[in-house]
């Protein structure tokens, strides 16, 4: 499928002399959503973002976003954010790593089915959907692309939830004529993140990181890039298509070695292999079933038991001319942001 379906015109790139456009962004207070919303001001774009609350909206206020309060469960707050733009950035989801929760299916599907067919009601020209790499499981080691074929099973309620958004709502609607775009980031990291990457960065700079297990592997994309990505595919993007908006792939513990050298701390020196951490899983799901709360979710511990995320960006760089910096170069200002944000020199 190529070009915008009849009816619908794309949004102009921004390098045209007609490039400034009307752009809504859900998740607008999230990571991802943040940047994006950063680089579509900068670019000179007019930008709305559907908020569920006024709180945590100083940056988006000082950047001159328009605030539309509403939810994406909500069908009626979607229609008035959606009046009059030209294109719809959905990345609003649940996240968490822990027991199952009705919250997930609400969000991560029946929301974005609701914001794909307010999107579709008011005619906004293109969008595009935040998914994930993790919606194609464990590769076994397989360098995948956006074609691979799932073949292992769920490992937490976000990667399920997505799989079914990414596969019952958003592919269909786009083989049924909707413009949109489908984006699948990796593993994000960079300085402003709040995920489990995060937190073992800063373990490891507190010297409280003595064990990363072996044989989990991630494509790591910093900020910046997974950010420009998603603009670049609203931009030049193929509506029906999916892109995997991803960097180059990395062992987690090679990835954490790499951030210690940089950070001048010692690195993690025990690496239990995959089947440890499975055994870890089990037991904790057990804890789980009765009641008890341990440091670690069983969902948690079974995606660091040897699974591997990866998947190639080559049809990304081919069609939307994305790139994605080495990781060196990323986890030097990830690494001296959480220096300054911990106090330590």
């Given at each position: 499928?190529?070009?915008?379906?009849?009816?619908?015109?794309?949004?102009?790139?921004?390098?045209?002399?007609?490039?400034?456009?009307?752009?809504?962004?859900?998740?607008?207070?999230g990571?991802?959503?943040?940047?994006?919303?950063?680089?579509?001001?900068?670019?000179?774009h007019?930008?709305?973002?559907?908020?569920?609350?006024?709180?945590?909206?100083?940056?988006?206020?000082?950047?001159?976003?328009?605030?539309?309060?509403?939810?994406?469960?909500?069908?009626?707050?979607?229609?008035?954010?959606?009046?009059?733009?030209?294109?719809?950035?959905?990345?609003?989801?649940?996240?968490?790593?822990?027991?199952?929760?009705?919250?997930?299916?609400?969000?991560?599907?029946?929301?974005?089915r609701?914001?794909?067919?307010?999107m579709?009601?008011?005619?906004?020209?293109k969008?595009?959907?935040?998914s994930?790499?993790?919606?194609?499981?464990?590769?076994?080691?397989?360098?995948?692309?956006?074609?691979f074929?799932?073949?292992?099973?769920?490992?937490?309620?976000?990667?399920?939830?997505?799989?079914?958004?990414h596969?019952?709502?958003?592919?269909?609607?786009?083989?049924?004529?909707?413009?949109?775009?489908?984006?699948?980031?990796?593993?994000?990291?960079?300085?402003?993140?709040?995920?489990?990457?995060?937190?073992?960065?800063?373990?490891?700079?507190?010297?409280?990181?003595?064990?990363?297990?072996?044989?989990?592997?991630?494509?790591?994309?910093?900020i910046?890039?997974?950010?420009?990505?998603?603009?670049?595919?609203m931009?030049?993007?193929?509506?029906?298509?999916?892109?995997?908006?991803?960097?180059?792939?990395?062992?987690?513990?090679?990835?954490?070695?790499?951030a210690?050298?940089?950070?001048?701390?010692?690195?993690?020196?025990?690496?239990?292999?995959?089947?440890?951490?499975?055994?870890?899983?089990?037991?904790?799901?057990?804890?789980?079933?009765?009641?008890?709360?341990?440091?670690?979710?069983?969902?948690?511990?079974?995606?660091?038991?040897?699974?591997?995320?990866?998947?190639?960006?080559?049809?990304?760089?081919?069609?939307?001319?994305?790139?994605?910096r080495?990781?060196?170069?990323?986890?030097?200002?990830?690494?001296?942001?959480?220096?300054?944000?911990?106090?330590?020199?």
């Amino acid at each position: 499928m190529s070009g915008a379906p009849p009816g619908h015109a794309a949004p102009p790139r921004a390098d045209s002399p007609e490039s400034v456009s009307r752009y809504l962004v859900t998740g607008a207070t999230g990571f991802i959503g943040a940047e994006i919303v950063k680089q579509l001001v900068g670019r000179g774009h007019r930008v709305s973002a559907l908020v569920r609350t006024l709180d945590r909206t100083a940056m988006l206020r000082a950047l001159g976003v328009d605030l539309h309060v509403g939810d994406i469960t909500d069908a009626a707050s979607l229609r008035p954010a959606m009046e009059g733009v030209d294109g719809v950035f959905h990345l609003a989801a649940w996240y968490r790593l822990g027991p199952r929760s009705p919250v997930a299916e609400r969000v991560n599907v029946e929301g974005t089915r609701l914001v794909l067919e307010a999107m579709r009601d008011a005619g906004v020209p293109k969008g595009v959907y935040a998914s994930t790499l993790s919606v194609l499981g464990d590769t076994g080691g397989v360098l995948a692309d956006e074609r691979f074929v799932r073949r292992s099973p769920f490992l937490s309620e976000y990667e399920r939830t997505k799989w079914k958004a990414h596969h019952e709502v958003a592919l269909p609607m786009a083989r049924a004529g909707l413009p949109l775009v489908i984006a699948m980031p990796g593993a994000v990291y960079g300085p402003g993140d709040t995920s489990g990457i995060h937190d073992l960065i800063v373990r490891l700079l507190q010297k409280r990181l003595p064990m990363v297990p072996r044989g989990t592997a991630f494509c790591w994309g910093y900020i910046e890039d997974t950010a420009r990505g998603f603009v670049q595919a609203m931009e030049a993007g193929r509506p029906g298509e999916a892109y995997v908006i991803a960097g180059p792939v990395h062992p987690l513990d090679e990835a954490l070695r790499l951030a210690a050298r940089i950070a001048g701390v010692r690195p993690p020196v025990v690496n239990p292999p995959p089947i440890s951490m499975r055994i870890a899983a089990g037991l904790a799901g057990a804890a789980e079933r009765i009641g008890l709360r341990l440091p670690y979710s069983a969902e948690a511990l079974r995606l660091m038991s040897g699974v591997t995320w990866i998947a190639s960006s080559a049809k990304a760089a081919r069609e939307l001319g994305f790139r994605a910096r080495p990781l060196e170069e990323g986890w030097g200002p990830t690494i001296e942001h959480e220096k300054r944000r911990l106090g330590l020199s």
